[in-house]
């Protein structure tokens, strides 16, 4: 029986792990990518050229977007692409936290259809399929359904919250922060925050596994405008997303201001 997208996804997370393991806190080589882009190490190209070799072996007809491999329009005039970050959060694997993540996704005309965030230094893997719960370590999780704004915990930076982004004042969130996208999608799959924020324009292969787990979880998934985001875009971005409990979701489109 052929191995599923899952399947395949959750080998080559694991796969991944062992890569990281072999750099982490061993003071890998690091570079700063152009543009301010951020940082990257040698565990991050190691990652990617494993995965973009073992993944696109057994799939061969599949397109392929990551984000240190240099982009191709190929990808665009498939079906089904994989969306990969071979190391979401590479400041916290640089400074030695174990709280940086594998992001993998395959997407089929725009939607995300399996999904894997890793943990490796956790043991914490995330999974998803679209006609599935999302799972943490094989068991399933359910992300929360509070309903009161005020008080709710988010995970998402300062900045989300200057004046010029709200109508009236910003929501009287808890604040809370990590440094991996994918990590606080699955974090709002387990139920552990209430609501993701990223007012930004967002790279797909930072949000497109979690995205998916966090809304076969329960959650409601969208980009700042309420739309369910579509991934494989040309310029493989996304107007920022918004990850909540339905009820609070909704309030926080409304207040957000047009951009």
Known sequence: MPESDLDLLIDAAK????IAGKFWKQSPEVWDKSGGAGPVTEADIAIDKMLNNELLRSRPDYGWLSEEIADSPDRLSK?????VDPIDGTRAFINGSPTFSHSLAVADSGVVTAAVVYLPMLDRLYSATIGGYAKLNGEPIRASSRAEIDGATALCAKSNFLP?????AAPNFEQHIRSSLAYRLSLIAQGRFDVMLTLRDTWEWDVAAGSLIAERAG???TDMKGNAPVFNNPTAKLDGMIAAPSQIHREIVARLAPR
């Open 15 to 18: 796969a991944a792990g062992e």
């Open 79 to 83: 079906q089904r692409v994989f969306i």
């Open 164 to 168: 010029e982004r709200w109508i009236g």
């Open 219 to 221: 959650s409601t998934v």
